[in-house]
């Protein structure tokens, strides 16, 4: 684990600026979405009116959308870095994983908008391996917090709840898919399930930059 001097960078606005950006992101290309007259106005956590995907697919929203989450992309991939560096050695798979995700993530939102199957192909399973990886990167980590005993107070097991809440939320997604005839509620269900994804996805970030402020997880200088 990193143990750095007193006037080395705090690690715990990476991945809050992580969730910040990407949440803000898929809000904003939502409202210019409804505004501009391309979706319709409603809340699609709760109604599956729309999908992420589709709430950014057009206009400036589309445009917005693609400018934050880049950077959000590159901003993961070194998070999940640093969060290798931070475990220890034994953990290189945690920055692997994260890199996978981080690379998926800007695959999708380069190809967000784009007609043609094979740009529909990337943004597919784009955001599957985003989301997927991510998740691998995760319980990586917490697996490494718990192996190194780190596993006390709150923080921690409430990512862990995070974490098996969107196990969950996955399983309803293909539970869905499965059971469910009618197209359209189909569709509103995996919408919303994604919504929700997203949020919790983003609750994970926002605990994991209060456990590193916490823990006072720093990057020394060069």
């Known amino acids: 684990m990193l143990r750095p001097p007193s006037d080395a ?17 898929a809000h904003l290309a939502l409202w210019l979405s409804i505004r501009d007259g ?19 697919r057009h206009g400036l929203g589309n445009h917005l959308f693609r400018l934050l989450v880049l950077p959000c992309a590159l901003l993961l991939g070194l998070h999940w870095w640093l969060a290798s560096r931070w475990l220890g050695r034994g953990y290189r798979d945690v920055a692997w994983l994260g890199a996978i995700a981080a690379a998926a993530l800007a695959v999708y939102a ?15 399973y784009g955001v599957v391996c985003f989301f997927g990886f991510g998740y691998l990167a995760q ?27 969107m196990l969950l939320l996955g399983v309803g997604n293909v539970a869905a898919s499965a059971l469910v005839a009618d197209e359209s509620l189909k569709d509103r269900i995996e919408n919303a399930l994604e919504w929700q994804l997203g949020w919790l996805l983003a609750a994970w970030y926002v605990l994991h930059a209060a456990w ?4 006072g997880a720093k990057l020394v200088p060069a």
């Open 38 to 56: 391309h979706i319709e106005a409603c809340v699609p956590v709760l109604e599956g009116c729309t999908s992420i995907s589709r709430a950014a």
């Open 212 to 215: 590193w402020r916490r823990t």
């Open 139 to 165: 319980l990586r980590f917490l697996r490494g917090l718990r192996a190194q005993a780190h596993g006390d107070g709150r923080l921690v097991p409430a990512m862990v709840v995070v974490s098996a809440m």
């Open 9 to 25: 960078f705090p690690l715990w606005p990476l991945p809050l600026a992580v969730a910040v950006t990407f949440t803000f992101a």
């Open 110 to 124: 380069t190809f967000l908008g784009t007609d043609g199957d094979t740009y529909r192909f990337l943004r597919r």
